[in-house]
């Protein structure tokens, strides 16, 4: 299974399922709206999808939110633009990327877990992010999962 996530050679050979492509597709793409959101409206996003009282915080400790909220998208975008480029030129590397995109959102929810944010409620963006964590899950077994015939599966 190892040598499914991490192949020998990064080519355009994709022997997973052709789902998971489609599936990873959407997440890159929700994923990239997400970074831009953050970037260009991180003010409304703290408050409204994420549930961050910003009003409660000084002007100081509220731009600074929203600053991390910008270089948090970037990051975002930075990691969306490498998925895009797997999708179109490196496809045997689609599992590792499903992986790598499962990693990140696991230990950023273990370091929630140990400082956690303070928020309002029951914010909107726990279930975009818990939709994109079984997106993620799927597409990996997916993608992982061989077709026996390309012909017959796809």
Known sequence: MFDQILPLRADNTYRGYKLALWLFAVVVFMKAAIGLNSIFNGHKVAISADGIPLDTFTPTGARAVV??????GLSHL????????????????VPFMFALLLVEYLVRRLILLFLPIPRIGTPPGSFVNLGLLVLMAVGLALSLWRRDNPQTRG
């Open 78 to 93: 930075v990691i969306c633009a490498l998925c895009v480029l797997v999708l179109a030129r490196y496809r045997s590397l």
């Open 67 to 72: 600053s991390l909220f910008a270089l948090l």
